[in-house]
């Protein structure tokens, strides 16, 4: 399985951008997927997960109400909407498989693999 996230840029505080990962050499519906970042001298967070039929999703704290994970099992491809961006969402974003269909309230990094290549995201004050 491979990823590849896209879709990161610079933004104003207060704007929108809207992150998509492609999924090649698997079936997206096998995972539950998540949304993970890393800022400049930090460790790597979780953002959002979606479990593998879309009709659940988790949230970090930090962006419940902003951010909205989706997906498209159909296209194989999973969709981070951000909104009312932060200067403090500045990370490089990543999107990654989960270990199972189904995900918990708070999944840990640990469970993630097939990491993709991550797509940054800067956001100006």
């Known amino acids: 399985v491979q990823l590849q996230a896209s879709g990161g840029g610079l933004v104003q505080a207060g704007g929108s951008l809207r992150l998509s990962c492609s999924l090649s050499?698997?079936?997206?519906?096998?995972?539950?997927m998540g949304w993970l970042r890393q800022a400049p001298g930090k460790e790597r967070e979780f953002v959002a997960g979606?479990?593998?039929?879309?009709?659940?999703?988790r949230y970090a704290d930090s962006v419940k109400g902003r951010f909205t994970v989706s997906r498209d099992n159909a296209r194989n491809t999973v969709y981070l909407q951000m909104n009312r961006l932060q200067p403090e969402d500045t990370a490089v974003y990543f999107c990654?498989?989960?270990?199972?269909?189904?995900?918990?309230?708070?999944?840990?990094?640990?469970?993630?693999?097939?990491w993709g290549q991550g797509t940054q995201v800067t956001v100006s004050s």
């Open positions: 050499g698997g079936t997206l519906s096998s995972y539950a």
């Open positions: 990654a498989a989960y270990a199972a269909p189904y995900m918990g309230s708070a999944p840990k990094l640990a469970d993630f693999h097939s």
């Open positions: 979606i479990i593998w039929s879309g009709t659940a999703t």
